[in-house]
């Protein structure tokens, strides 16, 4: 799935994201909006993960999105 379309798909997306990491309060998820950078140190921050990692994570989600997410 296309970065783009998660980002500007956000509001319904972002409980796909608060299941995936459930340390993340729904301020961050507000806070982030569907930038992938910022969801990154959200990941870092709330799970003590390094970047790279973070972004492992954010990758594998983003392969697991279907158009069923958008509906």
Known sequence: ??????????????????VQWGKLTNDDLDIVAGHRDQLAGKIQ??????????????????????DAWFK
């Not at 799935?1 to 608060?18: E, F, H, P, T, Y």
């Not at 921050?45 to 999105?65: C, L, M, N, P, S």
């Open 45 to 66: 921050h709330r799970y003590g993960v390094a970047k790279d990692d973070a972004e492992r994570q954010i990758t594998a989600w983003q392969d697991q999105a279907t």
């Open 1 to 18: 799935m296309n970065w783009d379309r998660i980002q500007g798909n956000w509001k319904q997306v972002s409980g796909k994201a608060l």
